[in-house]
């Protein structure tokens, strides 16, 4: 029978979502202005800083910005969580063109579609010469939550600044970022050690 034998099969890999790194993202910024859209550059640096999903930035409304803090769509769209207005934040919207035909509209394109976003920022990562390695919008979501957990945010805030229901799902980035982390301390103890000993595997091994 089929079903008998797919149990043998073996499972396909997950695939493994990277992050961009500062000098990408803001390559794939310049190169937006340059080429005229603005807007564009300044949506790429709005998700960079605030690991928005891309459907909660694009139906974003200006009457969302209260005193300090953004207030967002949840995932199941069910209730609006508050995340803090930095600086760069409210840099980033003091340069936001307003757009004539939906002015209540933070990010608005004519082509609104994620689909059609996603090939413009396809586009400009190959005429960049930036590999795709499996990036595309909810990299920059991946890229904002390593940020916070390489500088040292407590994975509880981590978690509320993405909106994760649950810790688990934020605790997938940590296990990334503190791992590499413990790679790193190993290989400064054993170079540390390499050091030590080298004088003596030589007097032996000569």
């Not at 139906?59 to 910005?65: G, K, P, Q, R």
């Not at 509209?105 to 059609?116: E, G, L």
């Not at 940020?147 to 934020?170: C, D, F, M, N, Y």
């Amino acid at each position: 029978p089929k079903n008998f034998y797919n149990q043998f099969r073996k499972a396909a890999a997950p695939k493994k979502h990277e992050v961009f790194s500062d000098k990408e993202v803001f390559a794939l910024v310049g190169y937006f202005k340059e080429k005229g859209r603005v807007d564009m550059g300044l949506f790429i640096e709005f998700l960079y800083y605030t690991g928005f999903r891309i459907g909660q930035a694009l139906t974003l409304l200006w009457s969302d910005f209260e005193d300090k803090y953004i207030y967002r769509r949840s995932k199941d769209k069910e209730r609006n969580e508050p995340f803090p207005l930095m600086n760069e934040l409210q840099r980033i919207l003091q340069e936001m063109p307003r757009y004539k035909d939906k002015p209540e509209k933070v990010f608005y394109w004519a082509t609104n579609s994620q689909a059609a976003l996603s090939r413009d920022l396809n586009a400009a990562m190959k005429e960049l010469h930036i590999p795709k390695n499996n990036r595309g919008w909810h990299a920059f979501r991946l890229t904002a939550a390593t940020r916070w957990a390489e500088a040292g945010l407590p994975i509880q805030e981590v978690q509320k600044l993405l909106g994760h229901s649950r810790v688990e799902v934020t605790a997938s980035v940590y296990v990334g970022v503190e791992m590499q982390k413990v790679g790193d301390k190993l290989n400064k103890m054993h170079e540390k050690e390499s050091l030590q000993i080298r004088p003596f595997l030589d007097y032996y091994l000569t």
